[in-house]
């Protein structure tokens, strides 16, 4: 579900629930809505106000744990990628190729993580790696050391482009960590029950609409908030690619 659609469908449902308690005020019997009925219904929209806050709290914690696990993940690519180019660089002309494509790897593997969430794919289990990729191991794999110091550099350029292929595959499969749709569904239920126990009690006026819509637009705004947040590479809130862009120019 997109941000748009979370808050248009928890800002119609609020809205629903308050007029339906309207409704209800002016269809029930007076004295239905006093006494003990009118406490035991207050109480029970109290406790559900409270249990509504405490999930929207967990939402807005699941959401930036996803926003700040993605974010780490691209940053470390891009930390990863310096550091490749850097011990090539160090090995000498016989790793030339493998730095070529290295350069390649970058704007390519950018463009394709933001357009493949942007598409709705990741967390496809049918991941494949790139021909460009491919031929960056095999390159590095490849290389041919000649003394102890391009033994050492060719194993920690390997250790480091597996650290980069295991990040690649979270930032993929980790792409799709939104908010379950049956959760949401949930707790849009539970947010239009406590407007339309408001409206059940609260004598309709100009203030009471207007206050009405204030709540509703504020909640619906928090979800739309929560539920961009969980998708990391889309909406208002997305992860940047400066981590990985500002790498081009330092493996010139």
Known sequence: MSSTAAFLAS???????????TGLR???PTELLEGGAKEAIRLSAGFL?????????????SAKNTYDNQNSNIRQLGTNAVLVDEMLTKYGPQAKAARTLLREIIPSATARIWRENAAGKGGDPDFVVSETAERFYRAVEGLNPANAEQTS??????QITTD???TRLLVFTQADDAIPLPFFIVLV???????????????PGLIVVISTLVFALSVSSALFLI???????????????HHLQMVLPKIE
């Open 153 to 158: 550099l060719k194993s920690r350029i390997i």
């Open 11 to 21: 800002f119609a449902a609020i809205l629903i629930g308050a007029a339906l308690g």
């Open 227 to 241: 539920v961009d947040l969980s998708h990391p590479f889309q909406g208002l809130m997305q992860v940047s690619n």
């Open 164 to 166: 980069m292929g295991r």
């Open 26 to 28: 002016r269809a029930l």
């Open 49 to 61: 106000s409270t249990l509504a806050a405490l999930v929207i709290g967990l939402m807005i914690a």
């Open 189 to 203: 239920f539970w947010l239009a029950v406590i407007f339309a126990s408001f409206s059940l009690f609260a004598e």
